[in-house]
């Protein structure tokens, strides 16, 4: 396949409580802009089901990791792998649709306005919350084989922030970026903050809790997505 599926998945376990109704009004969005495309929600009986009838290599290691986000993390990867498509996260709002950045492309990612402070991530950084590729795409595959391995079972779980961006999140997604061939980073395309993620953590904040002002307005001067940064799972049990 040359062309990224016209599907877009959300997903929502339903483990700790049902969708709550400002996600739901985001995600809506994404079906006002993308008309033509299939709509896919995944639940946690729905996520389970597919691993054990897809990647039932990968089942043990899935109801081993510690965190429900990883878990979370970890199936997004195996739904774009089998199935392709846009996956997004209930987070991020579509402003306009992107098809003019992604026609012709088999894998893009969103890359971030703000670097975090790493020696390791190469000045770029770009995370899992918005991810479009075709099945199959061999980046997809690495991230897999990375993300689903022993050594990620392995890792300091006493930070969960930490553990979770080095073994299913952004750390990972750009670590194994950095180690693709030149050649290969070609097939991937980045793109650019100020049209998927015109804010950093800390704007998208100010916004969440009704700030506003000219200099945050600016920021969608050239938005086609907006990723608010609730990171829910930061501040849960598990």
Same mark, same amino acid.
């Given at each position: 396949m040359n062309e990224i599926p016209k599907i877009i998945h959300q997903?929502?376990? &339903?483990?700790?409580?049902?969708l709550p109704r400002p996600f739901k009004v985001l995600g809506d969005t994404w079906k006002r802009d993308y008309p033509d495309w299939k709509y896919e929600f995944w639940d946690n009986e729905r996520i389970n089901n597919?691993?054990?009838?897809?990647?039932?290599? +990968?089942? #043990?290691?899935?109801?081993r990791f510690p965190f429900n986000i990883q878990k979370w !993390?970890?199936?997004?990867?195996?739904? =774009? #792998?089998?199935v &392709? &498509?846009? +996956?997004? !996260?209930? #987070?991020?709002?579509?402003?306009?649709?992107? !098809?003019?950045?992604?026609? &012709?492309?088999?894998?893009?990612?969103? =890359?971030?306005?703000? =670097?975090?402070?790493?020696? +390791? =991530?190469?000045?770029l950084y770009f995370n899992n919350a918005l991810m479009l590729n075709i099945p199959e795409h061999s980046f997809m595959r690495r991230i897999i084989e990375q993300v689903f391995s022993e050594e990620t079972l392995a890792f300091d779980t006493t930070w969960k922030v930490s553990c979770v961006f080095n073994t299913t999140g952004p750390h990972k997604l750009v670590k194994t970026y950095n180690n693709l061939t030149e050649q290969d980073k070609k097939e991937i395309y980045l793109i650019p903050a100020k049209y998927v993620s015109p804010f950093t953590g800390h704007e998208a904040k100010l916004v969440r809790t009704g700030t506003v002002s000219q200099e945050l307005e600016d920021c969608l001067?050239?938005?086609?997505?907006?990723?608010?940064f609730c990171s829910n799972w930061a501040i849960d049990e598990a």
């Open positions: 997903i929502w376990s &339903g483990i700790n409580e049902p597919f691993i054990q009838e897809y990647y039932p290599q +990968y089942w #043990d290691i899935y109801c !993390d970890a199936i997004r990867y195996l739904i =774009l #792998d089998k &392709g &498509g846009m +996956y997004v !996260d209930f #987070d991020y709002e579509s402003i306009q649709p992107m !098809d003019q950045f992604i026609k &012709g492309k088999k894998c893009c990612f969103a =890359l971030e306005k703000e =670097l975090p402070s790493s020696p +390791y =991530l190469n000045n001067e050239e938005a086609y997505a907006v990723h608010y």
